[in-house]
């Protein structure tokens, strides 16, 4: 396969979980901040800017932190390079550059993804509509990872696809993760507080496991049982485990077809291993905070080992 052919499915595949995942924060952070006062729901949309690496471009242009100001920096505003209208079209942009790698029913769900988001970001987004505009964004990665799954050759492509999800997703799930430690809880006093229990509540809604989390555990929701859950359950999809174990299953592929093995397989053999043989206990004696931006550290060094393997800059 040719490099511009594997860049283009990584990157179309990494910016589009980007995008559904952010879509993802900017609900929770909604749903959380319609139940706080002004100051704290000021808070919330801080921390999910923060969260995104994009506080210096915000507050450059942003002297407060509004919800409508917030989510349409994130949605749709020209000043912001990230935007998730941005993204979108950088999607179907590498979407379209390799078409003939891709099933066409994965085309026509970001062709037509693509066109329905581009027209409801074409003007600012009320709050009103807000649950609008992310439903069709989260129907958009689902309708993408549909086709992938029901219409694509497990070839290269399909790998390579894949690992820019993975690594993407476990990026994010670590980020989110580490705002609720690092920069949400604005004390310890409010551990077990109604407020904590709201903000660990808004992190499993980011991730869509709220659901998945209490039906496993009976209802009952903790601090412990849910970081346990994000790192190291590898039955629920975006777990830091099952982002890494499927992520190992592509490269291994992806090294078999191309008869050679290169620094990623490697960094993400030694890097699963260790997430399948960690405890919770081992987590916390580290650190929370330490361990998860070393995670991050380590997965960003797997993606660029992915574009250096094969031959193509990230």
Do not use: C
Request: glycine fraction near 6%; aromatic fraction near 10%; proline fraction near 1%.
């Amino acid at each position: 396969m040719l490099g511009r052919t594997a860049n283009g499915l990584f990157w179309m595949f990494r910016y589009l979980e980007r995008v559904e995942n952010t879509a993802r924060l900017i609900d929770a952070a909604q749903r959380m901040a319609l139940t706080r006062d002004i100051v704290s729901a000021a808070e919330e949309w801080r921390s999910v800017i923060e969260t995104l690496g994009q506080r210096v471009a915000y507050e450059s242009k942003h002297g407060t932190y509004t919800g409508v100001q917030a989510w349409n920096f994130l949605l749709r505003d020209r000043d912001n390079p990230a935007n998730l209208h941005a993204l979108m079209r950088s999607v179907r942009t590498n979407a379209r550059a390799v078409r003939t790698a891709i099933s066409s029913e994965l085309w026509t769900a970001i062709n037509e993804s693509w066109m329905e988001i581009d027209d409801a970001l074409s003007r600012p987004v009320a709050q009103s509509n807000l649950g609008d505009v992310i439903k069709l964004i989260k129907r958009a990665g689902t309708l993408a990872h549909g086709a992938v799954a029901n219409s694509m050759l497990r070839d290269a492509g399909f790998n390579f696809a894949r690992a820019g999800t993975f690594v993407e997703r476990a990026d994010s799930t670590a980020r989110v993760l580490d705002m609720k430690y690092y920069l949400l809880l604005p004390s310890v006093s409010y551990v077990g507080s109604s407020l904590d229990a709201g903000q660990w509540d808004q992190l499993l809604r980011s991730v869509s496991g709220d659901r998945a989390f209490r039906w496993l555990n009976a209802g009952k929701a903790d601090a412990r049982g849910i970081v346990e859950f994000l790192i190291l359950d590898e039955r629920f999809p975006r777990s830091l485990a099952y982002s890494y174990s499927l992520l190992r299953q592509n490269l291994t592929t992806l090294s078999r077809l191309h008869g050679t093995e290169g620094r990623a397989s490697e960094l993400i053999r030694d890097s699963a291993t260790a997430l399948a043989d960690l405890t919770i206990d081992a987590v916390f004696d580290e650190g929370l905070h330490q361990f998860l931006t070393g995670f991050q550290r380590r997965n960003a060094e797997i993606g660029n080992a992915i574009a250096e393997d094969y031959r193509f800059l990230a």
